[in-house]
């Protein structure tokens, strides 16, 4: 069973950028599809990107295209979220997640996903 830890969070302005880390333990993280998620302050936790166990297909949601990168560094044990151009509304405890990949088929739901980490929260300033 993999164990997932997040880090990377923090404080950042409007416009900044950070990098999410996802380190995996107790597994080999290129048996899993990876993705993060983020939950808001009184939302629902929400799907933001997903890579294949091979990292030759992502996904994203609209809302963070064109700024946000998921990449992973299987030699690592490590997945990563670039996040550019933060906007307020990225604000959220972003989870990393983890599911067995035995087709390319990528999910974004978040019961498809059967590993997660504890949050790390990215709070983004105006």
């Known amino acids: 069973q993999v164990q997932l830890i997040e880090s990377g969070g923090g404080l950042v302005q409007a416009g900044g950028s950070l990098r999410l880390s996802c380190a995996a333990s107790g597994g080999t993280l290129s048996t899993y599809h990876m993705a993060w998620f983020r939950q808001a302050s009184g939302k629902e936790r929400e799907f933001v990107a997903a890579?294949?166990?091979?990292?030759?297909?992502?996904t994203y949601t609209d809302s963070v295209k064109g700024r946000f990168t998921i990449s992973r560094d299987n030699a690592k044990n490590t997945a990563y979220l670039q996040m550019n151009s933060l906007k307020p509304e990225d604000a959220a405890v972003y989870y990393c997640?983890?599911?067995?990949?035995?087709?390319?088929?990528?999910?974004?739901?978040?019961?498809?996903?059967?590993?997660w980490g504890q949050g790390t929260p990215v709070t983004v300033s105006s």
């Open positions: 890579i294949s166990r091979n990292t030759f297909f992502t």
């Open positions: 997640a983890a599911r067995v990949g035995r087709t390319f088929y990528l999910s974004s739901r978040r019961q498809d996903y059967s590993y």
